[in-house]
């Protein structure tokens, strides 16, 4: 399974960005999808993420501002940031957990986006 990422950029804070991730690949379903982040010196932490169901978790430092969301047809998941801070400053990875042809299960990881936020 093949993650393609997409959307990052340079932002003003208090600014928004659309982040989008397609999935490729033998897919028969895909579970979850979601996003991490990683900053400079720093751990990968969970963004948020969505079940083929459309459940959502956040983390605490995106809930009232992110909203992620999935287009089952597409196999693709988005990520709306809004009231960008610096300290959103990262490198964003989409991360999917899929089923494919033949039966096994994978979890794939994308290349990462860059999001910059200036003050």
């Known amino acids: 399974v093949q993650l393609q990422a997409s959307g990052g950029g340079l932002v003003q804070a208090g600014g928004s960005l659309r982040l989008s991730c397609t999935a490729s690949g033998s897919i028969f379903s895909i579970n979850f999808m979601g996003w991490y982040r990683q900053a400079p010196g720093k751990q990968r932490e969970l963004v948020a993420s969505?079940?083929?169901?459309?459940?959502?978790n956040y983390a605490d430092s995106a809930k009232g501002r992110f909203t992620i969301s999935r287009d089952n047809a597409k196999n693709t998941v988005y990520l709306q940031m809004n009231s960008l801070k610096p300290e959103d400053t990262a490198v964003y990875y989409c991360n999917a957990g899929a089923t494919v042809l033949g039966g096994r299960y994978y979890t794939s990881w994308g290349q990462g986006t860059l999001v910059t936020v200036s003050s």
């Open positions: 969505i079940t083929s169901g459309g459940s959502t």
